[in-house]
């Protein structure tokens, strides 16, 4: 399979080395040995990974020996968005490379790629050194092992790419690792009102005036743009002082947004497409009832301003469905969902380095890995949704790729700092653009054009 001249499919050789961890700090062993069997199943020209552990598993370790080429030059990926920190680099072999590595040989004009399948059930991360490479794959079911009873873990499908130029094989390898990509009805342009507002000091009549400009920017052409109303709508907004929002998200703030079907009939009035942001794993005040027992951490989700729910717990999913839905009926045509990861993990990308979790606490339901748990969510959100289009941020774009139509690939950009948009901005562009198209629409965030910025 070719995406582009010189850039093709190759078959993934067996490891030379299988090792498997039960607890998160034991001592790694061969599978047998830890009451774990890991299946090497042949998929394509590709390798399927299946672990069984009854009495749990925390990670798996496949080795591949190859002497790397003098000078190679090597490109990962991140574990949520990026914060721009990618690039070509020299071998360093503790380096974690979430989901993908591409090794070029500018000496020999080749270049090699190697990556795990979308939502797939384990973390995946690869480390290169000079003798070889290898996948980690984190099984926790938070950070605790992961108890799958008598089913097996479908924890990863490794695909491998070769050719010469570097884009045209990070292209073909993001296309063989994504095959059921959504795309949005049309180009995603617009308007987010967070980049001069920051949640604060706005309501109805400012969002009705950025749907007026950018609908009057967009003339008469057939693709719409979207006026997207950002956090701060809310009963719970950071108006109030808050760093960001949280639920309850059936209202909007009485005096900026006192009906929220309004404001979208508002936005679209103006020839514009109505969008909403939406924080869907933390509330404002401690839940009850169900979603009391529902919290990250049996009862430890205490986050800024709030409290994290946890994604395996169906009550949470039934919520998640229940405000989604809601979203829909008000005639909102796009939602931004935001801060899942750091509200299930407690951690942003920067910080993960090679174990996205910390150790010491499990999921509502410790059967199914932190992966497992997160694209759950994730296809709640979209089964919810219907016919709106979803847009992730802080999402893990490798598990949500085929349930949004849309990915923020890097962190914020800024309407206060020009160099944070340049930093972030352009190199999730230029790092991660292979993604677009092939695993969803990339968002590298918005412009900001404020009096602020050069």
């Known amino acids: 399979m070719s995406s582009g001249a010189g850039a093709r499919e190759v078959a993934v050789g067996a490891p030379d080395l299988v090792r498997a961890q039960v607890g998160p700090r034991d001592r790694w062993a ?208 950071v108006a109030d002082g808050r760093e960001a929002s949280g639920g309850p998200w059936d209202q909007g703030r009485p005096e900026t947004f006192p009906d929220m079907a309004e404001a979208a009939a508002a936005i679209r009035a103006q020839g514009a497409r109505p969008g909403l942001w939406y924080r869907p794993l933390l509330r404002r005040e401690p839940p009850r009832g169900a979603l009391a027992g529902a919290l990250v951490g049996s009862g430890r989700g205490r986050r800024q301003d709030g409290w994290a729910l946890d994604p395996s717990h169906p009550a949470v999913l039934d919520l998640v469905r229940e405000d989604v839905t809601r979203v829909r009926g008000w005639g909102f045509e796009l939602l931004k969902h935001d801060f899942s990861t750091y509200d299930l993990l407690g951690r942003w990308g920067p910080t993960m380095g090679a174990s996205p979790a910390g150790d010491g606490w499990a999921l509502a339901d410790p059967s199914v890995t932190t992966a497992e748990a997160l694209v759950g969510l994730y296809r709640a959100v979209r089964e919810a949704a219907a016919d709106v289009v979803v847009l992730g941020c802080n999402t893990v774009g490798h598990l949500a790729a085929g349930l949004a139509e849309a990915q923020r690939t890097g962190d914020d950009t800024s309407g206060l700092r020009w160099d944070r948009t340049r930093r972030v901005g352009v190199n999730t562009l230029a790092f991660r653009g292979a993604q677009h198209g092939a695993f969803f629409h990339l968002d590298a965030d918005c412009v900001p054009s404020t009096p602020s910025t050069p």
Not at 54 to 81: K, M, N
Not at 180 to 193: I, Q, R
Request: glycine residues 12%; hydrophobic residues 40%.
């Open 30 to 237: 061969p599978p047998h040995t830890a009451g774990v069997r890991v299946d090497l199943v042949p998929d394509g020209l590709g390798l399927r990974v299946e672990v069984a552990a009854c009495d749990g598993v925390s990670r798996v370790a496949l080795r591949w020996a190859a002497p790397a080429p003098p000078g190679v030059r090597v490109l990962g990926d991140a574990w949520e968005r990026s914060y721009g920190e990618l690039g070509w680099t020299p071998l360093v072999p503790d380096r974690p490379l979430p989901w993908t590595v591409l090794l070029h040989d500018a000496a020999r004009g080749t270049t090699r790629a190697l990556g795990t399948e979308v939502r797939g059930a384990a973390l995946a991360c690869w480390t290169a050194d000079p003798d070889g490479l290898t996948l980690w794959l984190d099984l926790r079911s938070g950070g605790e092992p992961v108890r799958p009873g008598d089913r097996a873990v479908a924890a990863a499908v490794v695909r491998e790419v070769a050719g010469g130029d570097p884009l045209e094989v990070q292209r073909t390898l993001a296309r063989l690792q994504c095959r059921d990509p959504l795309a949005p009805p049309t180009p995603l342009v617009g308007a987010n009102d967070w980049y001069y507002a920051y949640g604060r000091g706005f309501g109805l009549d400012a969002v009705v005036r950025d749907a007026r400009t950018v609908s009057d920017l967009a003339g008469d052409h057939p693709v719409r743009p979207y006026g997207v109303v950002d956090d701060g709508w809310s009963v719970g907004g």
